[in-house]
């Protein structure tokens, strides 16, 4: 079946512009997880849904980050006024839920992040 | 949140086993352990989960002494293909979803 889909693949922008970026969860998937890693990084977790709320939001690096989520579905992670320690790879996941195997995320291609 | 401690790097060579120990010592009751494979330029890859003693799949196996303080993901017979980073990861949740932690991993290197 289809896994986790991310849009765009690659994204160059502009310092101080804003960008939004797409994840499409494996159908079916409760939870929904947004990480970013910079090159040779490990991954920092920002933020995670159940359905669509996000019970834990203090991942988040700053308050020009936000996410949302509808439809328990898709989810969008927006940066506001980009700066250039926003370039990054971002990389979503979902995961069942339940308690069978909460951690058994599948893991989208992420997103790379550009800031010029 | 647990915390969770691995060795930075390791090195093997084809054919080897090759064992990584990660400790956990503040590991929670509910808590399962949980190992991931990242190959570079991809996302992660879920590979074994497990809570107590010995759980074992087409991958790997992961080893858990009673205590859950530790845990030990081994794989059998690596490859040049195998060389890759490996993250433990501890915690739980009652609803499916959690805030997941990834350490530093240990970045395994398999010469031929």
């Known amino acids: 079946g289809a896994g986790v889909s991310q849009s765009p693949s690659n994204k160059v922008t502009e310092k101080g512009k804003d960008v939004e970026l797409r994840c499409d969860p494996i159908?079916?998937?409760?939870?929904l997880y947004w990480y970013r890693q910079s090159l040779g990084q490990g991954l920092e977790f920002l933020i995670y849904f159940q359905g669509n709320s996000a019970p834990d939001k203090s991942g988040l690096p700053s308050d020009r980050f936000s996410a949302e989520r509808t439809g328990g579905s898709v989810s969008t992670l927006t940066i506001q006024r980009t700066q250039q320690e926003d370039s990054a790879v971002y990389l979503c996941?979902?995961?069942?839920?339940?308690?069978?195997?909460?951690?058994?995320?599948?893991f989208g291609p992420g997103t790379r992040l550009t800031v010029t | 949140l647990a915390k969770t401690t691995q060795p930075i790097s390791m090195d093997s060579y084809e054919g080897q086993e090759v064992n990584i120990t990660c400790s956990h010592n503040n590991i929670a009751t509910n808590d399962y352990i949980t190992w991931y494979q990242q190959f570079p330029s991809q996302g992660p890859r879920f590979i074994i989960q497990?809570?107590?003693t010995k759980v074992t799949n087409e991958v790997a196996s992961l080893f858990i002494p009673a205590d859950r303080k530790s845990s030990t993901l081994s794989l059998p017979r690596v490859s040049l293909s195998d060389t890759a980073v490996y993250y433990c990861?501890?915690?739980?949740?009652?609803?499916?979803?959690?805030?997941?932690?990834f350490g530093a991993g240990t970045r395994l290197f398999v010469k031929a």
């Open positions: 497990g809570y107590k």
């Open positions: 159908s079916g998937h409760t939870a």
């Open positions: 990861l501890v915690g739980a949740s009652n609803t499916g979803g959690f805030k997941t932690i």
């Open positions: 996941a979902s995961s069942l839920g339940g308690l069978a195997k909460p951690y058994e995320q599948y």
